[in-house]
């Protein structure tokens, strides 16, 4: 299965700022300022180990149906408050559907993406957005990324389908809406791309032009109010 769980070092070789440090490093130098009520409640949900409000079985992408991953998978967080999202890491199972379902509900295997992506277009939602999955293999890119898995494998031209790169597209597109990530291969990249990887995937069958043609033209008619 593709994935390392959170081995490598943070980019740039430190823990990447995001707004949850900002907010709480503002907030003690702040000292003696008396805060306004909900400058307090804004930063409770900022504050380390917070939670924003969740309810079972919630899905981030309206069309995914849900299957919880192990919690021993992927680490709680309150994206993207604490942890900016600029990036989507495009991943292949190396098996099948049902296989990748299976070992991201089992604790000993300590990884999983966000999102898995069947032959058929069918899409599951394993981890919230929200959350830091253990997909990329490098904590600074875990903590930034969202992890769109695909079912089939690197060498198999077959497995990537019309119907997958199309409900991939429609997945990523409105992720790139979401939180305001540009549509291009600094930002949709693949595992391969990810410092330390010693992964292949997408691999050389992926089509980057298709997919993000396909990218854009989903963002662009989400953009015109066409789509649901």
């Known amino acids: 299965m593709d994935h390392v769980g959170e081995r490598g070092a943070p980019k740039n070789g430190g823990r990447r700022v995001g707004r949850r440090t900002l907010l709480i490093g503002g907030a003690a130098a702040a ?3 008396v805060l306004a009520r909900e400058d307090l409640v804004r930063l409770y949900w900022q504050a380390p180990g917070a939670q924003k409000p969740r309810t079972e079985g919630d899905v981030d992408f309206t069309e995914a149906s849900w299957v919880a991953a192990s919690p021993a998978n992927y680490r709680a967080a309150d994206r993207p408050d604490d942890y900016s999202i600029d990036m989507v890491v495009i991943h292949i199972t190396q098996g099948s559907f049902d296989s990748a379902v299976q070992v991201f ?26 959350d830091v999955a253990y997909h990329a293999g490098n904590r600074d890119y875990n903590e930034r990324s969202i992890g769109i898995e695909h079912a089939g494998f690197v060498e198999d031209p077959a497995a990537f389908t019309d119907e997958m790169y199309s409900a991939s597209a429609q997945l990523t597109a409105r992720i790139c809406a979401r939180y305001d990530i540009p549509v291009d291969r600094e930002h949709i990249i693949g595992h391969v791309e990810v ?13 980057w ?13 989400e953009a015109q109010g066409i789509t649901r």
């Open 31 to 33: 000292g003696a300022v």
């Open 105 to 130: 509900q089992n604790p000993a295997h300590r990884a999983a993406a966000h999102y898995i992506v069947r032959k058929d277009g069918h899409i599951t939602q394993m981890i919230r957005e929200l």
């Open 195 to 207: 410092p330390g990887s010693d992964h292949t995937c997408p691999g050389p069958h992926f089509d």
């Open 209 to 221: 032009d298709r997919y993000l043609r396909l990218v854009r033209e989903a963002r662009t008619t």
